[in-house]
């Protein structure tokens, strides 16, 4: 297995002879389709404390596989995923000289998905060019973020937030399966992702919350603009067809049920 030529750095490697298409997927058929996809990479991550992997198609499946120990943090990766026309899968996190952190997995893992896109956009600039900029937006309910990001190997972040919002403490929590909560996540962790995907791409990134409600609307709000603004500056929104059922979150619409209940 050979890196890539003149990429990103070490730990990116593409994945021979797969093109990310499955002839079985009917969005996906034709070799003109098939010629427009990025090669399928592998990224890995290593440390004195840890050891993260991941793998990062074109788009095929609704969600990505990102099973993490922050199960928001997966979430919200899912949203970014499907926002910049990307699946990503992992393979690994493995703690060999630290304590399983959540500020370490959060920026760790930003920095792994950045290395990913990274990779995928200096395909594209030398196989087809690519505008390397752009600007994303996304609302929802009581929140609103714009995004900007720039590939120009000036890796920084800035962050413009409302006046007497806090947007670092508690986010969202998560339960298990006997409906006991089973961990939560804070907003200065969720914020190293970013910090970590803006060092793992080299993007200058600008995020301006205009609304700052629920922080899990705001923090959904902020990966889904990121999402849009990567994908349009590597071009893959107009490449990357959408999948059946797509709409403008996860969960799509609602359906609601009601009968009438004929007591005795």
Sequence with gaps: MKRIPEGPGPGVFPLDGQTGVRDDEPHA?????????????????????TCFGLIVRPRVDRAASMPLAN????????????ACGMSFELERTEWPGSWALDHVLCEDMGQLTGRAVAGVLEELVRTRGAAGRAAGQACMDDAESHVTVSFESRASVAWEVPRRADINGFVDAWYDEQGQMAGWASGTNLRQYVD????????????????????HHVYETVFRALGDAVGEALGLRALVPRLPGDS?????????????????
């Design 29 to 49: 058929k034709g070799g003109e389709m098939a010629s427009q996809l990025f090669t399928p990479l592998r990224v890995e991550r290593r440390t004195g404390e």
């Design 71 to 82: 199960r928001l943090l997966s979430h919200f990766i899912d949203h970014f995923a499907k």
């Design 196 to 215: 970590g995907f803006s060092y793992g791409s080299g993007a200058s990134v600008s995020i301006q919350i205009t609304r700052a409600g629920n922080l």
């Design 248 to 264: 403008s979150g996860l969960a799509g619409a609602p359906g609601y049920t009601a009968e009438a209940l004929r007591e005795e």
